[in-house]
T-cell receptor, first 111, second 114 residues
């Protein structure tokens, strides 16, 4: 699976948008980009995923560059409860392969 | 609501004993489930892939005789840590695919071996 690179940590002010970047320069055409987050002492929570088009749901927006080599997860109005480790993961479309977690980005939302 | 549930949420056991952790898919059938382990301040590490009706596939370095996985039904996979030792103390997490390609995770189970 393609490797991803994320900044180790980020801060964001409460109420502001949090933009979390992810590089996946070796992504192949049959791999989705997934985002999960893990709040302390809990299992990872699915946020959003996409292939090549931008995606939006009730939690976040996912912006994927045209060359698909990077993406940005956007939390439009961060709250204190969004403080977590955010993981960007690429995974093939087909098959039953597990998700491989990197180190993620620790997002601290400041009051 | 949760689509994957784990039990127990936390367990304390004595060194040398065995402990079982259950992972259930709620309202859907999961032919494949995945088990992870996470140590403090570290990321999730895949331990094994649990396949319904067949033997689990273990990742390199994970002892299959120590971490017994049983996936006897389409909604239940169990992980048994045999002859547990303090170094097995960790956060164990399971996951399953609901539909398409989205994978959901359980709440996790804290194991402390004393």
């Amino acid at each position: 699976d393609a490797k991803t690179t994320q900044p180790p940590s980020m801060d964001c002010a409460e109420g502001r948008a949090a933009n979390l970047p992810c590089n996946h320069s070796t992504i192949s055409g049959n791999e989705y980009v997934y985002w999960y987050r893990q709040i302390h002492s809990q299992g990872p929570q699915y946020i959003i995923h996409g292939l090549k088009n931008n995606e939006t749901n009730e939690m976040a927006s996912l912006i994927i560059t045209e060359d698909r080599k990077s993406s940005t997860l956007i939390l439009p109005h961060a709250t204190l409860r969004d403080t977590a480790v955010y993981y960007c993961i690429v995974r093939p479309i087909t098959g039953r392969r597990a998700l491989t977690f990197g180190s993620g980005t620790r997002l601290q939302v400041q009051p | 609501g949760a689509v994957v549930s784990q039990h127990p949420s936390w367990v304390i056991c004595k060194s040398g004993t065995s402990v079982k952790i259950e992972c259930r898919s709620l309202d859907f059938q999961a032919t494949t489930m995945f088990w992870y382990r996470q140590f403090p301040k570290q990321s999730l590490m895949l331990m094994a892939t649990s396949n319904e009706g067949s033997k689990a596939t273990y990742e390199q370095g994970v002892e299959k005789d120590k971490f017994l996985i049983n996936h006897a039904s389409l909604t239940l996979s169990t992980l048994t840590v045999t002859s547990a030792h303090p170094e097995d103390s960790s956060f164990y997490i399971c996951s399953a695919s609901l539909s398409g390609n989205t994978i959901y995770f359980g709440e996790g189970s804290w194991l402390t071996v004393v």
